[in-house]
């Protein structure tokens, strides 16, 4: 499954993300990691989540992150959710790559079991209509 967290800056997206992230935690009967470009979150969330900073591995673009992403499913099968924050931050806001990144995410997510959870910053009417199904505005 792939969730996106959709609004304008200040919008509560990261919070809401912190509460989902905190959430898996409790009710998670794997690991749950926590992707973010770069460290601001440390305290926020729980330390049984894995956080991973974006930035320490020189990760841009869609590609990359797909690759990331999937590295992450490849290498620990006990992964049951990833949460992203700010993710134009770590893939840019190239809108018309959005539909394939996500449709690639989709297949990985029902290959190996795993949620997905993306903050977006921007209004959904920006997007790809390709992405709505994915869509959850604030």
Do not use: W
């Not at 990144?101 to 029902?110: I, R, W, Y």
């Amino acid at each position: 499954m792939i969730k996106l967290i959709i609004g304008n800056k200040g919008a509560g997206k990261t919070k809401r993300l912190i509460e989902m992230v905190n959430t898996c935690v409790e009710n998670s009967d794997g690991n749950v990691v926590c992707v973010e470009n770069e460290p601001k979150l440390t305290y926020d969330v729980s330390s049984r989540a894995r956080l991973l900073e974006t930035d320490t591995y020189a990760i841009r673009g869609h590609k990359a992150f797909y690759g990331f992403l999937a590295g992450i499913c490849a290498g620990n099968y006990d992964v049951t959710d990833i949460l992203v924050d700010a993710t134009f931050k770590i893939v840019g806001r190239d809108y018309n790559e959005l539909p394939q990144f996500f449709e690639m995410l989709s297949n990985l997510s029902e290959s190996s079991d795993v949620n997905f959870c993306f903050t977006i910053s921007c209004d959904k009417e920006d997007l790809p209509v390709e992405v709505f199904d994915f869509c959850e505005e604030i």
